[in-house]
T-cell receptor, first 116, second 115 residues
Framework: GAVVSQHPSRVICKSGTSVKIECRSL??????MFWYRQFPKKSLMLMAT?????????EQGVEKDKFLINHASLTLSTLTVTSAHPEDSSFYIC????????????FGDGTRLSIL | GDSVTQMEGPVTLSEEAFLTINCTYT??????LFWYVQYPGEGLQLLLK?????DKGSNKGFEATYRKETTSFHLEKGSVQVSDSAVYFC??????????????FGSGTRLSIRP
């Protein structure tokens, strides 16, 4: 149980393109979804937290106009990297959680984004 | 604020060796504690968890005990296998009874097991 599907697993595109990443909880309804960015050989950096039907809460230093998050249902959240540039190249990982903080987050397999 | 400190890697061991990866935390409340594992090119998988003091989480031969007196949650395994090679993250949930709570991760420890 507690499977999170993230799609696509890899994206390569030109600079200036907008890229959408989907995160779905397949067998549970997620109260909260999270988006992380991971640099090579580094830990995860939380970008934003989103609850279904409300605006995402962004971490300090994360541009909300650059990284658009939509959480339209209890099983789907999307991250759109708008007008992507090479410095946006990274490994993006989503997670989903049922209930409150004592419950673990369940992670997708990540999306490798490469901007040429 | 809350934080997690874990053993610097990389850690290289021979197959069947005993493993310990140290993890300590600082928290103002009563956090839940987790170990996650990340295999190359993949997301994180929950390995084990503990939600209160003296709880022991266990899975796939790995164990960790929530020690409030030493604010530690060290990961152990009695006999490692090559397939255990991965990056291990210690983490805490910063506010157990809040939907706004977040996970705070340690820096990760890369483990390599030699055949």
């Amino acid at each position: 149980g507690a499977v999170v599907s993230q799609h696509p697993s890899r994206v390569i595109c030109k600079s200036g393109t907008s890229v959408k990443i989907e995160c779905r909880s397949l067998d549970f309804q997620a109260t909260t979804m999270f988006w992380y960015r991971q640099f090579p050989k580094k830990s995860l950096m939380l970008m934003a937290t989103s609850n279904e039907g409300s605006k995402a809460t962004y971490e300090q230093g994360v541009e909300k106009d650059k990284f658009l998050i939509n959480h339209a249902s209890l099983t789907l959240s999307t991250l759109t990297v708008t007008s992507a540039h090479p410095e946006d190249s990274s490994f993006y990982i989503c997670s989903a959680r049922v209930g409150q903080g004592g419950h673990p987050q369940h992670f997708g397999d990540g999306t490798r984004l490469s901007i040429l | 604020g809350d934080s997690v400190t874990q053993m610097e890697g990389p850690v290289t061991l021979s197959e069947e060796a005993f493993l310990t990866i140290n993890c300590t935390y600082t928290a103002t409340g009563y956090p839940s504690l987790f170990w996650y594992v990340q295999y190359p090119g993949e997301g994180l998988q929950l390995l084990l968890k503990a939600t209160k003091a003296d709880d022991k989480g266990s899975n796939k031969g790995f164990e960790a005990t929530y020690r409030k007196e030493t604010t530690s949650f060290h990961l152990e395994k009695g006999s490692v296998q090559v397939s255990d090679s991965a990056v291990y993250f210690c983490a805490l949930s910063d506010a157990r009874y809040s939907s706004a709570s977040k996970i705070i991760f340690g820096s990760g420890t890369r483990l390599s097991i030699r055949p």
